[in-house]
T-cell receptor, first 115, second 116 residues
């Protein structure tokens, strides 16, 4: 069975600090996709990144970066120089292609950026 | 980019009535759509997978007679909450898989249902 664990329920940091959101996943499949989504107070999910299991390169997009390590089954997300607008709930998720394509979400981490 | 719409964005209904929520893919065709439910401060839980032209597949614990799903075309899926009760109040989100870009899945903005 597949599972995504986000151990940090809630994090608060002061603006401009860096913050890392942890994600650990479980699957026996060798081919899978990992995702990060942002859910602001409006509720709409914002897609941030998708990474397939064969691509372990780290990704950087502006202030956002992702560290994928298959050896520890982790896909961590770091926000550098955080801003108040980064306040949201962040979900890590997993899907298995060519099976049912269901996206399995972690429980989410609520991030508060304090001014 | 691909857009998925949901209608209505919010709805309030009385206990015992039925409510229909629409999920549309606006600029792509979706052979598969997914329906999720999200309670306050909780994660998204998959309710069912809807394939165009066939019956939906429900997740364990989801009452198929209560949550009727119809996927009549490649751009529209509907979720009907029948005989709604206050405990059905939730945020319902759909996602649609692009038929031509198999691994791309796009989420709608969600529908907030309040049953009084």
């Amino acid at each position: 069975a597949q599972k995504v664990t986000q151990a940090q329920t809630e994090i608060s940091v002061v603006e401009k600090e860096d913050v890392t959101l942890d994600c650990v996943y479980e699957t026996r499949d060798t081919t899978y996709y990992l995702f990060w989504y942002k859910q602001p107070p409006s509720g709409e999910l914002v897609f941030l990144i998708r990474r397939n299991s064969f691509d372990e390169q780290n990704e950087i997009s502006g202030r956002y970066s992702w560290n994928f390590q298959k050896s520890t089954s982790s896909f961590n997300f770091t926000i550098t120089a955080s801003q108040v607008v980064d306040s949201a709930v962040y979900f890590c998720a997993l899907s298995i292609p060519n099976r049912d394509d269901k996206i399995i979400f972690g429980k989410g981490t609520r991030l508060h950026i304090l001014p | 980019g691909a857009v998925v719409s949901q209608h209505p964005s919010w709805v309030i209904c009385k206990s015992g009535t039925s409510v229909k929520i629409e999920c549309r893919s606006l600029d792509f065709q979706a052979t598969t759509m997914f329906w999720y439910r999200q309670f306050p401060k909780q994660s998204l839980m998959l309710m069912a997978t809807s394939n165009e032209g066939s019956k939906a597949t429900y997740e364990q614990g989801v009452e198929k007679d209560k949550f009727l799903i119809n996927h009549a075309s490649l751009t529209l899926s509907t979720l009907t909450v029948t005989s709604a009760h206050p405990e059905d109040s939730s945020f319902y989100i759909c996602s649609a898989r692009d038929r031509d870009q198999y691994y791309e899945q796009y989420f709608g903005p969600g529908t907030r249902l309040t049953v009084t």
